[in-house]
């Protein structure tokens, strides 16, 4: 099985090992947080075994996420975030059979909306899909993120972010 590693895979995890029966990937961004010298060290071994492959994902992946991201109102996703995102994007798109190991709740959430296979490390994983939209509190007219307006211009109330769900899985 192929697995795609977030930082949190291997962090939240203290028993993390890479098991020669299966292959591992994830990207640049996600092998720059490894700050410890434990994470270091299993990092570097995997690498040096050839256990673990860093790959940076296109810039078209990495242009669809971004999009996505956009489109969702999401703010808070770091580039090691997006960069897994659109390492799975790809991925799928090549036809790959892998699983996403990740506890970053913001990475699950576009996972479930591209119907991207992940499991959690240590925590339950999301119950729901998050989305947010921008809406004038005043007459309910809806507005992009990329608007980046405060007041709505037809009746000059202020433009709240409002946080949209479904279930998830």
Known sequence: M?????????VNDPNFCFEQNHSFITTPE???????IETR???????????LEIRS????????????????????LSKADVSI????????????????LTDDFSIQNFLA??????????QDGIKNIIAFECVCQGC??????????????????RIIKKKISKAAK
């Open 41 to 51: 060290a299993l990092v570097d071994n995997a690498l040096h075994h050839s256990l």
């Open 140 to 157: 309910g007219k809806k507005f992009s993120v990329e608007e980046k307006k405060k007041r709505c211009p037809d009746c000059g109330a």
């Open 85 to 100: 995102i659109a390492l799975a994007l790809e991925l799928k798109r090549d036809g790959k059979r892998f699983i996403v």
């Open 57 to 76: 994902p296109s810039i078209d992946s990495v242009q669809i996420a971004l999009e996505k991201i956009r489109e969702l109102n999401f703010e808070r």
């Open 2 to 10: 192929l697995f795609v590693l977030d930082a949190s895979a291997i």
């Open 30 to 36: 996600v092998i720059a947080e490894f700050k410890t």
């Open 113 to 122: 909306l591209f119907k991207i296979h992940y499991s959690s490390v240590l």
